[in-house]
């Protein structure tokens, strides 16, 4: 890194949190592209911006003790990192994983205070979850799991405070019994949490929201250059909420889907997946909570390939829509080879720092997480919106504030590069848009508010 305020405050994060590789990698990721503004704004050094952009204002850490159907005794680690507040409340997701860890968490909040600002909306970031996996545990399980959890995260979160929301594994029924446990310990009834059910406080489209909007930034991509989606061959990784949605509207806007994946294996879909075949996706998901191989089972023009990745497929654009990490630098080399031109991320850093370089060397359209994958949080803030005026807006209204809250985020991510070099004749760096778009509205509030 050139610029030596940008290079010591890596050099320190580097020194500070040697075993954290997550969260130094979204922090290098965001450091190497934010240098062009760094050099024009001779004001955040003295304010010690960047320092405290890479430290979370708090993080809390918790013992989650639960029961089993059997009764016998568990004990899970609960987190909530609460990133930064210079905008907003605290707002971002839980996440119930093995892989749940500080470094995770801590990357997770740190993109979502950038992803935050870019949505327009006034949300600070923050993340959190455990190291629990639903998968395998009944339904009683994850109630009493999740009554645990927010035993502990309620004195920490609130309207006005926090407001977490669904991640990986945390979905509507995770949601449902975490509100619970808040409004029965609390005695009131608030929008303390979003992705709730239609019937207690929850939007229409947040549920199909990640994916949508999504599509909707991949779609303004392709406008820029005169294109559309109609023929266009998608490969979609992931077979979760992020993943369904961006398929829906993927097919509805005339694309041909023919993956989805999980973390065993992919199916390829000759013909192409179609509405009916992801509403049976949907059903295996969401209710059987299956696996992606039975696809195969059930739709013959499929294969299923088990240990594959879904970047040996050629297309025409990609959609990693699963988790972190999940393309590497020779995946990226394998779309690269087969001819994709467009990526659009889903997921939270689905591509490591060395896949993105080859896509940026290669100039083809790529659309980092926190600038693509915003319309969920985005829709979580009209949610929050919908909650304190104690009302709730049709889908059609909601679809076009997301719709226009994406183009919103695609127009300021390309004007963001053009202001400051960042374009090459055809090829804009949204990644480099992304994030100095996202940080230059948090740096300008925290200046604003002195030393806090
Ligand atoms: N977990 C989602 C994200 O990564 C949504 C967060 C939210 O709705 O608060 O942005």
Partial sequence: MKNAYVNRIWEEVKAKNANEPEFLQAVEEVLTTLEPAVD???????????????????????RVPWMDDAGNYHVNRGFRVQFNSAIGPYKGGL?????????????????????????????????GGSDFDPHGKS??????????FMTELYRHIGADVDVPAGDKNVGGREIGYLFGQYKRIRDEYTGVLTGKGLTFGGSLIRTEATGYGLIYFAREMLKV?????KGKTCVVSGSGNVAQYAAEKLIQLGAKVVTLSDSSGYIYDADGITQEKLDWVKELKCVKR?????????????????????????????????????????????????????????????????????FQAAKIMYAPGKASNAGGVATSGLEMSQNSERLSWSA?????????????????????????????????????????????????????????
């Fill in 40 to 62: 024009k704004m001779p004001e955040l050094e003295p304010n010690a911006i960047l320092e405290r952009m890479v430290e979370p204002e708090r993080v809390i850490m918790f």
């Fill in 95 to 127: 996440r119930f994983s093995k892989e749940v860890n500080l470094s995770v968490l801590k990357f997770l909040g740190f993109e979502q205070v950038l992803k935050n600002s870019l949505t327009t909306l006034p949300m600070g970031g923050g993340k």
């Fill in 139 to 148: 339904d009683k399980e994850v109630m009493r799991f999740c009554q645990s």
């Fill in 290 to 358: 299956g696996r992606i191989s039975e696809y195969a089972k059930q739709f013959p023009s499929a294969k299923y390939f088990e240990g594959k990745k879904v970047w040996e497929v050629k297309c025409d654009c990609a959609f990693p829509c699963a988790t972190q990490n999940e393309l590497l630098e020779a995946d990226a080399e394998m779309l690269l080879k087969n001819g994709c031109k467009l990526v659009a991320e889903g997921a939270n850093m689905p591509s490591d720092n060395a896949a993105v370089a080859k």
């Fill in 225 to 229: 250059k005169g294109q559309d989606f």
């Fill in 396 to 452: 059609a209204e909601v679809d076009a504030k997301l719709d226009s809250i994406m183009c919103n985020i695609h127009d300021n991510c390309l004007n963001t590069a053009k202001r400051f070099g960042l374009t090459d004749g055809e090829y804009i760096n949204y990644q480099a848009g992304a994030n100095i778009a996202g940080f230059v509205k948090v740096a300008e509030a925290m200046i604003a508010q002195g030393l806090v």
